[in-house]
């Protein structure tokens, strides 16, 4: 049992777990921390892999696929925008819709250009950095911009959250947009920026999934969108404690693929449960109350 | 509601409208006839008993998930766990049924029924249990305890009660079955539409008259639009919203009879695909009336059958855009609605 968890393939495969997760758990953290529920973060996802497959597969340059991917997102994230703030409509129902609207895109286009309801040809992935991957053993890992990326930006969000002028507007939005805007704040703006920052984040996670898997597949998502989250919950809303709970997801992700290759005595669908069963507990408050920013999910 | 009624009406064909608008251009963009497929699939629709019978079959699970969910959206309460409240107890009902048919007959409908009413209706109790005690928004809970079901059935399904090599539970006996519409209307013949349609029409309209006319039905959407003039009326809000909620989540379990009792006979893995979500757009559509609802389930009827009808000339998924779009369209159109709604009120 030990002996697995410390093995170097267990750790190569919790980081690989834990970027999805991250750029998932702080895109929803932007976005809510501008007063913005965001509960599409798996539509996200889903529509932004199946884009760098569909463009990589027709194109077969990942680098302008990536970045087409990404334009596909901010162009979602503008019309996520257009509901939730220039419409004020209800943030929940919309992004019930989204979810619904970019699953469906992603199934539909899925059969209508590759004749499959299960997944897509097979493609490129990202290039990897040149100098970075010559390193020995774990070069494959670190050699990886976008997990690189995905550890970085504990660093950059807690930065810009908490240490700049972008970040304290953005906040201002979210807690309290009235006094903002009586302040002079452009409250519009900062919530518009922080759905986009969400848009590209999570597309960055829907991304990195194809590209790792070099296929897309049906249900290949399963779900991280909404463990994103949970771990942003539990993390309470700030980025580094946001860290600390994707890699704890992460980690059990992890243990349930060990579980399911060598057998266990645990089922392996009581760890899938774990993180949403935590999330409950964490809400009710019995590990310390959370608070979401006060704002949060009201439109203005 | 009759003051409501015309605005209602206006932004729902408008947002109609707008759907079939853009799906059209959608379809001319890849290069299909959006007339052609629109037609192939309306004729495919109505044109035959087959095609009726089956709509009906596709709607009648929507008519009961939306009327749940209805009460659920009248007190306020953001129930976006239909999705694990169906799977909960469709798989209590099949389950229980399969142990007890042998024993006690006829007796194993009903008691899988209310079994399968009571578990669902538990798992909307926790949600609206958390939400009154600790004020935690049930959106995030449900969303939540839609993936703990999805585990829990899953583990309960594959380690106890499953057929070898399959994802579902084991056969109910012949006797069981509900009867098929075709029985009594002949022209249906081969559908497999069956009698939890007729229930789920009444259903709908028992609702409506509890909703709209009976005294619980104004204290639950007092709670709705108001909780803190609701309280000083001295109406127990706590109580209206924790009952109702439940009750909701426990009327979503019904669509387990249609499937099991009307169609497969056995519960499946995966059976109620986003079912649970989908009926939150009919309910919304319908601005959550349970009557309204019968026509919105039967709009959306229409789109799951009708993309099977036109699967050979464009992907039936095609039909999800569809159901998305509409309810990305109500939104827009309620709002510009009310918008100028208020307007022309005020000048």
């Known amino acids: ?300 | 509601m009759s003051r409501k009624f015309l605005p209602n009406f206006i932004s729902v064909t408008v947002s109609v409208l707008l759907t079939l608008i853009i799906a059209g251009c959608f379809l001319y963009f890849i290069g299909k006839d959006p007339v052609m497929v629109f037609s192939k699939m309306f004729e495919d629709v109505f044109g035959t008993g087959y095609g009726i019978g089956q709509t009906i079959f596709k709607t009648t699970p929507l008519i009961l998930c939306g009327c749940g969910l209805a009460l659920c959206f009248h007190v306020s309460a953001f129930n976006i766990g239909a999705e694990g409240q169906i799977n909960i107890g469709a798989f209590l009902m099949a389950v229980i049924v399969f142990y007890l048919d042998d024993y006690i007959g006829y007796f194993a409908f009903p008691v899988a029924v209310l079994a399968g009413f009571a578990a669902s209706a538990l798992w909307g109790f926790i949600p609206a249990i958390i939400k009154v005690k600790r004020e935690v928004s049930e959106v995030i809970t449900t969303i939540m305890l839609n993936f703990v079901a999805f585990a829990l059935v899953n583990y309960l399904l594959m380690e106890k009660v499953a057929v070898k090599s399959t994802v579902r539970t084991p056969e109910i006996i012949n006797s069981l079955f509900l009867p098929k519409l075709s029985e009594y209307i002949p022209s249906l013949q081969g559908s497999s539409a069956n009698i939890t349609f007729i229930f789920a029409l009444a259903l709908a309209v028992f609702l409506y008259f509890i909703i709209y006319k009976t005294i619980y039905g104004y204290r639950m959407r007092s709670v709705g639009i108001n909780p803190v003039a609701s309280k000083y009326m001295g109406i127990n809000i706590n109580r209206i919203y924790i009952l109702t909620f439940i009750i909701g989540a426990g009327i979503t379990s019904f669509v387990g009879i249609n499937f099991i009792f009307g169609y497969k006979g056995y519960y499946e893995l995966g059976f109620s695909s986003n079912l649970g979500f989908t009926a939150i757009a009919v309910s919304l559509l319908a601005k959550n009336n349970p009557i309204g609802i019968i026509f919105s389930a039967f709009l959306f009827g229409i789109l799951d059958f009708g993309g099977l009808a036109v699967n050979n000339m464009v992907p039936k998924e095609i039909m999800l855009v569809l159901q998305a779009l509409v309810i990305l369209s109500i939104l827009i159109t309620d709002k510009l609605v009310n918008k100028y709604i208020t307007k022309t009120a005020n000048a």
């Open chain 1, 1 to 300: 049992m030990l002996d697995i968890i410390i093995s170097l393939s267990f750790i190569t495969q919790v980081i690989r777990m834990f970027t999805p997760y991250y750029l998932g758990a702080s895109a929803a953290n932007f976005s809510e921390r501008g007063g913005v529920i965001n509960i599409a973060i798996e539509g996200f996802m889903i529509l932004s892999a199946f884009s760098y497959a569909f463009f990589t597969i027709s194109f077969g340059y990942p680098m302008l696929s990536l970045l087409l991917s990404l334009i596909a997102g901010i162009a979602f994230s503008f019309l996520f925008s257009l509901f939730t703030i220039k419409l004020k409509i209800n943030q929940i129902i919309t992004g019930v819709g989204f979810n619904l609207l970019m699953a469906g895109l992603a199934k539909f286009f899925m059969m209508y250009f590759y004749n499959s309801s299960s997944n897509t040809p097979n493609f490129q992935s990202l290039p990897k950095l040149p100098i970075l991957s010559l390193i020995p053993f774990q070069g494959n890992i670190i050699a990886d911009a976008i997990i690189v990326f995905s550890f970085l930006l504990i660093f950059i969000s807690q930065k810009l959250i908490f240490k700049t002028r972008f970040g304290l507007r953005l906040r201002s939005a979210g807690e309290n947009p009235e006094a903002a805007e009586s302040l002079g704040i452009k409250v519009r703006f900062y919530k518009t920026s922080g759905i986009v920052i969400c848009g590209v984040l999570s597309s960055l996670g829907g991304i990195w999934l194809a590209s790792s898997q070099q296929t897309f597949s049906d249900g290949m998502i399963a779900g991280r969108g909404y463990i994103a989250l949970a771990a942003m919950i539990i993390g309470k809303w700030k980025p580094v404690n946001i860290f600390a709970a994707c890699l704890m997801f992460s980690f059990f992700e992890a243990l349930e693929i060990t579980f399911q290759m060598t057998g266990s005595v645990i089922p392996t669908q009581f760890i899938q449960m774990l993180p949403y069963i935590m999330t409950i507990i964490v809400l009710v408050g019995f590990i310390g109350r959370t608070r979401p920013p006060a704002a949060d999910g009201i439109p203005y």
